[in-house]
């Protein structure tokens, strides 16, 4: 079983920033490096959506046309953890920011394996 712990949000103002982090473990949960890892968000009323993603190797990126330029994607696979460095944030940023393992950078789709999110609200 992955365990995925998100960290980091909290309510900041519009134009601030915010750094996530998310740490994985799990007893079954060897070889983070093997793994494509993700952010994903879900605001009220939406549905979940794509956010960051990122390769094993870290070498890949991809971001959803919203956050490109302001957000940025990385890992470190030596803690198993994979971070997003949040800039310029928007009120339409509000949502509850979700971990995600596993997922395709090809079709931009999610793993298996979630965190239980953290919120970040940012007001105008």
């Known amino acids: 079983q992955v365990q995925l712990v998100e960290s980091g949000g909290g309510l900041v103002q519009a134009g601030g920033s915010l750094r996530l982090s998310c740490a994985a473990s799990g007893r079954t949960f060897h070889g983070f490096s093997y793994y494509n890892m993700g952010w994903f968000r879900q605001a009220p009323g939406k549905e979940r959506e794509f956010v960051a993603g990122i390769s094993p190797s870290g070498e890949r990126t991809r971001y959803a046309d919203s956050v490109k330029g302001r957000f940025t994607i990385s890992r470190d696979n030596a803690k198993n953890t994979v971070s997003l460095q949040m800039n310029s944030l928007y009120p339409e940023d509000t949502a509850v920011y979700y971990c995600?393992?596993?997922?395709?950078?090809?079709?931009?789709?999610?793993?298996?394996?979630w965190g239980q999110g953290t919120q970040v609200t940012v007001s105008s």
């Open positions: 995600n393992a596993g997922g395709s950078l090809a079709v931009l789709s999610p793993g298996n394996d």
